[in-house]
């Protein structure tokens, strides 16, 4: 399922956001520290647009955490079982793992329906749209998630 041509695309997409978000982050930190120090100016947007590329970048990022198996999990209760234990305890986390994803991405989608008229104080962007991060990266991280069980399920068999 992993090579699917629709799945590679999505990676490859989640890819460049998180490299472009980080990128975001640190030019425009950077430009902010600079002109603050250096000519005694603030870049009044900077901290607004720093912020909420962070959140997007962490909620994106998930998803390639969970891709390369960096998620949180109970590596120490998984290291010690084999065969069908192993199986069994892979499975029982990665559904625990979905549901809180499930759970998430519910919640972020009503978060973004309660702030469907909000905007952001300095640069007036719609603050549904910064929220959008939650349900987009939790349906980013369900996709990993599956692939990922599906491609570690036989990791240990005896």
């Known amino acids: 399922m992993h090579d699917h041509p629709i799945i590679k695309k999505i990676r490859r997409i989640t890819d460049v956001a998180v490299v472009t978000l980080f990128s975001i982050v640190v030019i425009v930190v950077s ?3 600079f002109s603050r120090f250096v000519m005694k100016l ?3 947007w900077a901290d607004e647009l720093s912020r909420f590329a962070f959140v997007w970048l962490v909620y994106i990022g998930g998803a390639v955490t969970i891709r390369d198996g960096r998620n949180v999990c109970f ?4 290291d010690s079982r084999k065969g069908k234990s192993w199986k069994v305890m892979f ?3 990665s559904l625990v793992s979905m549901l809180f994803l499930i759970l998430m991405t519910y919640f972020g989608v009503l978060v973004c329906q309660t702030e469907l008229t909000e ?3 300095i640069m007036h962007w719609p603050m549904a749209v910064v929220c959008a991060a939650i349900p987009l990266g939790g349906c980013l991280m369900m996709l990993e998630e599956i692939c990922y ?4 399920k036989n990791d240990r068999d005896e």
């Not at 590596?75 to 998984?78: F, I, P, S, T, W």
């Open 31 to 33: 430009a902010q520290v």
């Open 42 to 44: 603030s870049i009044r």
């Open 75 to 78: 590596d120490l209760l998984l």
């Open 91 to 93: 499975t029982l986390v």
């Open 119 to 121: 905007s952001s104080p």
């Open 149 to 152: 069980w599906l491609e570690h």
